[in-house]
């Protein structure tokens, strides 16, 4: 018999999960509550492991095509522009494969996984879908959505975000924090950026309690643009304010050229501003027949860019935790047995890039100690990590 899943959100972590479960033989339907099935955002890293669990699931041509490898990122001094160090810096040459981190738009990568999922079931993804009612048993969950209808699956699948409507439903839970940081981002057109890449195809400028991070994507014709910067209050409710390059300019005061000028260069429209807001770890992602992942379930700070690979690895591991034929809580609980480390490890690691890039006047000595410098932060291969039902 053919078993189910509902998948609440068609995000990365989603359609990640849902096309390594239809691969494994799984009736998948992903409800979105957009009215389209699209997906924003700007640059996101892919790292060595999730770009090979992609790959496995029939993508590889299309994600290689889609993302540019990193070969190293320079850190320089926020007002001089000097180098401090760099990372990721590899003897062999680059294979063009996934041996680097890759940055691509998460648009693409939403894209290439969209796709993959609609050839295996063109009717997987249901947009226009609210969750507002999730009713577990012990055979399965009924969802039920603001628009009236309901849905049965064996299974439910949280993956809605920090945010998560499954979580806040059927999960003890406190509102998300205020983590006393605003982000800062923009797209700029290679051509307009082109005078202020003198320290290279990627780089982070540190300064005393601000980030600013830049990097090309999209066959280098788009430079992807994010400040950091810690900040004592934060007013506005929604995640993507739109943002002024004046404001953007006044929050980096003092930072070189190379950010200050770019930023003023920003097309107006691109630019958007949004605090950044923390969770308490929960005791636990499952209940019977109902999990959470990705950031549903362990939303982290960006300093590390690994919170799109923490989702894209939680969907597969899970799909290969389910494809053991275990029943669903004990497929759960083996997921979370396999996940819990390297989440809270990713989690504390975020914290602590955080604190390091932002602690005071920059020096070699303090970005060498970073928690970047960590490879197996970056490879870890959720095709392989044990699973222990």
Not at 154 to 169: P, Q, T, Y
Not at 281 to 287: A, D, E, K, Y
Request: glycine letters at 12%; charged letters at 20%; one cysteine or more.
């Amino acid at each position: 018999m053919t078993v189910s899943a509902s998948i609440i959100g068609a995000g990365l972590g989603g359609l990640t999960a849902a096309l390594a479960l239809m691969r494994e033989g799984y009736h998948v339907r992903v409800y979105e509550q957009a009215p389209a099935l699209r997906e924003v955002g700007a640059g996101i890293t892919v790292s060595p492991g999730a770009g090979q669990g992609l790959a496995s699931l029939g993508l590889e041509g299309e994600l290689l095509a889609a993302s540019t490898p990193i070969p190293d990122i320079a850190f320089a001094h926020y007002r001089t522009g000097a180098l401090l160090a760099g990372r990721f810096e590899r003897d062999a040459p680059l294979d063009g494969g996934f041996s680097t981190p890759r940055h691509i738009h998460r648009a693409d990568l939403h894209a290439i996984l969209l796709a993959g999922v609609r050839a295996m079931d063109s009717a997987a993804v249901v947009p226009a879908k609210r969750l507002v009612e999730a009713t577990p048993d012990d055979a399965g969950v009924t969802a039920a959505f603001a628009d009236g209808e309901t849905a049965r699956a064996d299974i439910l699948i949280g993956a809605d975000g920090a945010r998560s409507s499954v979580r806040r439903l059927l999960f003890e839970d406190s509102p998300p924090v205020f983590a006393g940081q605003i982000a800062f981002r923009c797209l700029i057109p290679r051509e307009i950026a082109a005078p202020y890449l003198s320290a290279g195809n990627a780089a982070v400028f540190l300064g005393p309690g601000r980030v600013f991070n830049r990097y090309l994507i999209r066959q280098g014709t788009l430079a992807n643009v994010i400040g950091l910067a810690q900040c004592d209050l934060w007013r506005n409710e929604g995640w993507n304010t739109p943002a002024t390059p004046e404001e953007f300019i006044d929050v980096f005061e003092g930072f070189h050229d190379d950010v200050l000028g770019l930023v003023a260069r920003a097309p107006p429209e691109s630019l958007i501003k949004w605090g950044l807001f923390v969770r308490e770890p929960l005791q636990g992602w499952s209940s019977g027949r109902v999990i959470l992942i990705g950031d549903a379930a362990h939303p982290i700070l960006p300093f590390l860019g690994l919170g799109a690979a923490l989702a894209i690895e939680d969907g597969l591991v899970l799909a290969r935790a389910l494809a053991t034929g275990a029943a669903p809580p004990a497929a759960f609980a083996a997921f979370e047995r396999a996940r819990g480390d390297r989440v809270e490890t990713v989690r504390l690691e975020s914290i602590r890039q955080g604190r390091i890039l932002q602690s005071g006047e920059p020096d070699g000595g303090a970005v060498a100690r970073s928690p970047s410098q960590n490879t197996a932060l970056f490879d870890y291969d959720p095709r392989t990590v044990a699973l222990h039902v």
